[in-house]
């Protein structure tokens, strides 16, 4: 298959660009400021129309996986305009040019389009989102929904994986690099969310290209979690001191933008549809500390 991944830099494009490389797959490699180091590299600016149209015409691909976003969701709420460029625009032009080379689309999305008022959201939920960046990635879906003709958009949430990306380190690698330097670290109590591996996020999102499966789907850890108790088991699974992760309230941290208090997702749909399930949080944790030695046996031989 002939595959565009823009995002390819980041923490689950370059997972996915990996993955698709070594199943064979003709990869072209989307970024804008990191070389990935998987698939043929292309460097382009999503929100730069007439840029996405050439290179649309340029590799033909046939399905599309646009998993490039502005995902810095205080940088969103103080840099409004730029969101709305890379998120909203950056994403209508992609759906276009899908729609124009007829290939098939996969957007990825967020939790955060949620209020976080209920928590355990459905497919068919209705969703309100509390800050910028969830509003762009709203609005990006909405274009995918009408510009598109055969696409998916598959929702995840505080994804994690065993190798930084983007020259930014994700949450788990953060923590457990604190923990190792046996630093104290407050983690909040109050919110709660749907961890994701993105190894597991990538193995499901790649069934969804090879099944071309449409619609939404919430494509998440199958575990709801507070931010403190994900903490926790990642302690406890990397034989961390679990007392140096100390309870604290969202009041205590000068967030600029506004987080939902309970974002989590229901998988259910995946679980029914997809044969890669969505993994529990043991099952996953362990699935990272593995990646983690063999990455580490990698360089010691
Ligand atoms: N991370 C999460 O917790 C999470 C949760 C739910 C949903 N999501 C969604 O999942 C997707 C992937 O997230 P991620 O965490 O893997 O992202 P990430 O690590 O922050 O990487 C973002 C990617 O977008 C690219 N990019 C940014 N601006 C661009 C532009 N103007 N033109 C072209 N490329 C641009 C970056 O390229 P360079 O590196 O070259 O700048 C990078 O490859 C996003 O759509 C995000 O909204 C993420």
Redesign the pocket.
């Known amino acids: 298959m002939k595959l565009l991944i823009?995002?390819?830099?980041?923490?689950?494009?370059?997972k996915l660009c990996e993955l698709t490389t070594r199943k064979n797959y003709e990869v072209y490699s989307?970024?804008?400021?990191?070389?990935?180091l998987y698939g043929a590299p292309i460097q382009?600016?999503?929100?730069a129309k007439d840029a996405v149209e050439k290179i649309f015409k340029k590799v033909d691909p046939e399905a599309v996986v646009?998993?490039?976003?502005?995902?810095?969701v205080d940088e969103c709420e103080s840099e409004k305009e730029l969101a709305w460029?890379?998120?909203v625009e950056?994403t209508e032009n992609i759906a276009e040019s899908c729609e124009k080379h007829r290939a098939f689309l996969v957007y990825?999305?967020?939790?955060?389009v949620f209020d976080g008022e209920k928590g355990m959201y459905k497919e068919n939920d209705k969703p309100a989102p509390i800050n910028y960046?969830g509003l762009t990635?709203l609005r990006g879906e909405e274009s995918v929904e009408n510009l598109a003709e055969q696409y998916c958009i598959a929702?995840?949430?505080?994804?994690?994986g065993s190798v930084p990306?983007?020259?930014?380190i994700?949450f788990a690698l953060w923590l457990l690099d604190k923990l190792e330097r046996k630093e104290v670290v407050k983690i909040v109590t109050d919110q709660w969310n749907s961890p994701?591996l993105?190894t597991n996020l990538a193995d499901m999102i790649l069934e969804v290209l090879e099944r071309k499966l449409t619609g939404i789907f919430h494509l998440a850890g199958a575990t709801r979690l507070s931010r403190y108790e994900f903490a926790k088991f990642l302690a406890e699974i990397f034989r961390l001191d679990t007392n140096l992760i100390s309870p604290a309230s969202s009041k205590e941290i000068p967030w600029t933008a506004k987080r939902p208090r309970d974002s989590s997702l229901d998988v259910d749909r995946a679980c029914q549809t997809i044969r890669n399930k969505p993994l529990k949080i043991l099952e996953a944790l362990e699935k990272m500390k593995k990646e983690i030695e063999q990455t580490n046996s990698l360089r010691v031989t």
């Open positions: 823009t995002g390819a830099s980041g923490l689950l494009g370059s989307a970024y804008s400021q990191h070389k990935p382009f600016d999503v929100s646009h998993a490039a976003a502005l995902t810095n460029k890379i998120n950056g990825i999305s967020t939790d955060y960046y990635k929702r995840s949430s505080v994804v994690y990306a983007t020259g930014k994700n994701t993105n």
